[in-house]
Nanobody, 121 residues
Framework: QVQLVESGGGLVQPGGSLRLSCAAS????????MNWYRQAPGKEREFVAR????????NYADSVKGRFTLSRDNAKNTVALQMNSLKPEDTAVYYC??????????????WGQGTQVTVSS
């Protein structure tokens, strides 16, 4: 059974930090790129950050570049999103995603249930 379980969300003041974690099971974690997406109320889900299957390359949305850092531990089947200098506009439900390009050209996607991040004074 595939599972992606996010944790670490919560309420934080502007300028503060949070560390989100995602624990994976039920699939070959080291073969999947890992992504974080977020969805704010009334808005569409948007890309936040991505890390390749080996952890050798990361990409970030412009809105979080320089503030967020994504890392992974393939031995523990986990990814972590370190979020610093948080802003109210970072408030959203954050989703962990595992993605792998299949031989036929389509993507295989797994999603977590999401964790709420609220940035407010």
């Amino acid at each position: 059974q595939v599972q992606l379980v996010e944790s670490g969300g919560g309420l934080v003041q502007p300028g503060g930090s949070l560390r989100l974690s995602c624990a994976a099971s039920g699939f070959t974690f080291s073969m999947y790129a890992m992504n974080w997406y977020r969805q704010a109320p009334g808005k569409e889900r948007e890309f936040v950050a991505r890390i390749t299957s080996t952890g050798g390359r990361t990409n970030y949305a412009d809105s979080v570049k320089g503030r967020f850092t994504l890392s992974r531990d393939n031995a523990k089947n986990t990814v972590a999103l370190q979020m610093n200098s948080l802003k109210p506009e970072d408030t959203a439900v954050y989703y962990c995603n595992a993605r792998r390009l299949q031989p036929g050209g389509s993507y295989n996607d797994y999603w977590g249930q999401g964790t709420q991040v609220t940035v407010s004074s």
